[in-house]
Structure formats: structure tokens, C-alpha cells
């Protein structure tokens, strides 16, 4: 069983920039996916961001395409979400998702937003203000 945790949300104005980390636990295999979502008030959770390192594969939503970037350190078990030029409709709470095993990475990651993730974060919120 995964156990994920977020870190690194915080207040930001418009243009900053935020890196937000979330580090796993409890790997049994090699490969793994991961991804991070967020969810405004009001509105659906949506993907913002997924990386899958054995197959090659990296996602990320058009709202954010050229502002944010996911990467992984394998010895750290981390996935980072680093976030630039930060607009106030990047404010929500986000989630880090992850998965393991190369048949469900490959099968479900590049799915993405609608993949079965079954392991989660508890979320950390991140507000950019005008």
C-alpha cells in the first residue's frame, strides 16, 4: 500500500511561483506513476499534471502547459510540481495521485484524469492572490 504526502502549498501573488512535493512510501514495484490534480470550490477535480518515467510519458493540462512542470527523483521518492507565473485561477487544493506495477502504469496512467488512481494525498492548498 502507497502512502502519499503533499508539501509546499502556500499564499502567492499573481506571477509567483510554488514547488510542491509529494514523497511515497511503500513501493513493492519498479514501476510507477504518478500525477497531481487539483480542485477549485465549486468545481471538478481535474489533472493537472502526470508523469510516468518507464514509459516514457508525461501529461499536462492545457491551462498549465508552459507554466508547470512535474518531475520525479527515484532516490527520494518524491514527484515535484513545480508552478510558475502563477494566475489566480490556479488557486484549489491539490491532490498528489500514484500508482504502481508496469501492467496498471501502462494500462490506466495515460488515462490520466479519468485513471483509477487508487492511492492519494491529503491534499495541499495553494491560493494565488491579485
Known amino acids: 500500500r502507497l502512502q502519499l504526502h503533499e508539501s509546499g502549498g502556500g499564499s502567492v501573488e499573481v506571477g509567483g511561483s510554488l514547488t510542491l512535493s509529494c514523497e511515497v512510501s511503500?513501493?513493492?514495484?519498479?514501476?510507477?506513476?504518478s500525477a497531481w490534480f487539483r480542485q477549485a470550490p465549486g468545481k471538478l477535480r481535474e489533472v493537472v499534471a502526470g508523469?510516468?518515467?518507464?514509459?516514457?510519458?508525461?501529461y499536462y493540462a492545457d491551462s498549465v502547459k508552459g507554466r508547470f512542470t512535474i518531475s520525479q527523483d527515484d532516490a527520494k521518492s518524491t514527484v515535484y510540481l513545480q508552478m510558475n507565473s502563477l494566475k489566480p485561477e490556479d488557486t484549489a487544493m491539490y491532490y498528489c495521485?500514484?500508482?504502481?506495477?508496469?501492467?496498471?502504469?501502462?494500462?490506466?496512467?495515460?488515462?490520466?484524469?479519468?485513471?483509477?488512481?487508487?492511492?492519494w494525498g491529503q491534499g495541499t492548498q495553494v491560493t494565488v492572490s491579485s
Open positions: 495521485a500514484a500508482d504502481e506495477g508496469k501492467y496498471w502504469c501502462d494500462t490506466y496512467a495515460p488515462k490520466w484524469n479519468d485513471a483509477p488512481w487508487n492511492y
Open positions: 508523469i510516468y518515467t518507464g514509459g516514457g510519458a508525461t
Open positions: 511503500g513501493y513493492r514495484y519498479d514501476a510507477n506513476c
